[in-house]
């Protein structure tokens, strides 16, 4: 179906940050399939994963015991919140886990009719019908039949409004710590724990849906750990968990997840052994500190730079923001236009909402490979501005 407008661009292999083409000429990858090679691209560790288990077990069924998704769970529940996790393929589907996680939750206690999921203005969750409804860009809902009854969208960072919204049929509240697709905006810590206190006070659970700004990309091991106190009930995860290979989590608190019985969700190919298999391996990696710690020194380094260039191109970068190397440029130019003068530089870089490009680098980068995006992107910032003033 023609859904992607898609850039004349193939590429053959990758290795680390570097994409080739069948040509053999490279680019530097700052956008890393919008997040997911967070290890870069032929991680060995991954690789030898996925050689492994591709020899051993490729798929058995949820019907049986499955070693590997006790493992991994064990992994992830060690290192969050979560006491319980739900395998799926996608981070939509790790979604659709949450919403319908938190309505039963209501449901098994006696409350049935807490059904609405808050989301908010510019977020982003899935294309799923559950996610688009849950996401607050209209534009992902045009042309899907109006906005489903039990869906409500609140202003961005509006303590005031969101309360407004919420009343005795609230079940949840979705929200991206960092936007991602929105234009990489970063929710304060102090927001976060505003969250969580309206949480505890209604009863209503509190989702995170940090599959792009999870898994280390912020330099923590997942963006809500930046505030202290503001742990949800129920967190989406994907992308950077497989870091190439298709698998999502959704995971929970034992009480969030108390509706969750036999029977009342399930999935194929949801938590397979492959998944599984690669999945551990990219946990053990981006949990480790010496990535975290790359993770921050990049982000600084980044912050530095690129406010530099803001200076030097007023007319071109008017806003820098994010957190850690979920990195948003606001252009006074067009984004996609930049996206192309990127590619010309032979840099790859991702759009994202309210006119940003978005750097999402692997988390492994080296800071040569930083100072390189620096300068490739100066060249871009030089020809867009040559650009706007030849229109002029
Ligand atoms: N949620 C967020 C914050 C995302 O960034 C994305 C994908 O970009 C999704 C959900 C959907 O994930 P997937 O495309 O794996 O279904």
């Known amino acids: ?3 992607y407008q898609r850039a004349p661009l193939a590429f053959e292999r990758g290795e680390g940050a570097r994409l080739f083409t069948a040509d053999g000429e490279a680019y530097l990858d700052c956008l890393a399939g919008i997040a997911v090679n967070a290890l870069g691209h032929a991680h060995p560790k991954l690789v030898q994963a996925l050689k492994d288990q591709a020899e051993k077990l490729w798929h058995v069924s949820n019907i049986f015991t499955i070693p590997g998704q006790e493992a991994l769970a064990r992994k992830l529940t ?3 919140f979560a006491d319980v996790v739900f395998f799926t393929n996608s981070g939509t589907e790790a979604v659709e886990c949450a919403i319908k996680t938190a309505r039963k ?3 098994a206690k006696g409350a049935p009719e807490r059904i609405d999921i808050i989301g908010f203005e510019g977020s982003f969750h899935g294309r799923t019908i559950a996610a688009v409804n849950a996401s607050g860009n209209e534009s992902y809902l045009e042309g899907f039949g ?3 009854p039990g869906y409500l969208v609140a202003p961005f960072d509006d303590i005031d409004a969101l309360k407004a919204l919420m009343g005795p049929t609230t079940a949840a509240i979705i929200i ?4 991602g697709e929105g234009g990489a905006r970063s929710l304060s810590e102090s927001s976060l724990r505003a969250l969580r206190r309206l949480c505890d006070e209604t009863g209503a659970l509190l989702i995170y849906d940090e599959i792009q700004c999870g898994l280390s990309r912020t330099g923590r091991l997942f963006a809500h750990e930046w505030a202290e106190g503001a742990a949800p009930d129920i967190m989406c995860v994907a992308k950077a968990l497989g870091g ?6 959704c995971l929970a608190t034992a009480e969030a997840a108390s509706g969750m019985t036999p029977g009342s969700h399930g999935s194929t190919y949801g938590g397979n052994p492959m998944a599984m298999a690669v999945g551990l391996a990219a946990v053990e990696e981006l949990a480790k500190p010496e990535l975290l710690a790359n993770v921050r020194e990049l982000a600084g380094y980044f912050v530095q730079q690129l406010s530099g260039l803001q ?3 007023p007319d071109v970068v008017v806003d820098i923001r994010g957190k850690g190397l979920l990195i948003g440029i606001k252009l006074a130019t067009n984004n996609r236009d930049f996206m192309q003068l990127a590619r010309d530089q032979k840099l790859l870089i991702a759009g994202g909402g309210d006119n940003c490009v978005r750097l999402l680098p692997p988390l492994t980068l080296t800071l040569d490979e930083a100072r390189e995006a620096v300068e490739k992107l100066e060249a871009a910032c030089r020809a867009a501005r040559d650009r706007a003033k030849a229109a002029a």
């Open 1 to 3: 179906m023609g859904v």
């Open 78 to 80: 060690d290192l969050t």
């Open 105 to 107: 939750h209501h449901w």
């Open 146 to 148: 109006p906005r489903l």
């Open 176 to 179: 991206e710590p960092v936007q």
């Open 244 to 249: 190439g290979f298709p698998v999502g989590a």
């Open 311 to 313: 200076q030097r191109y």
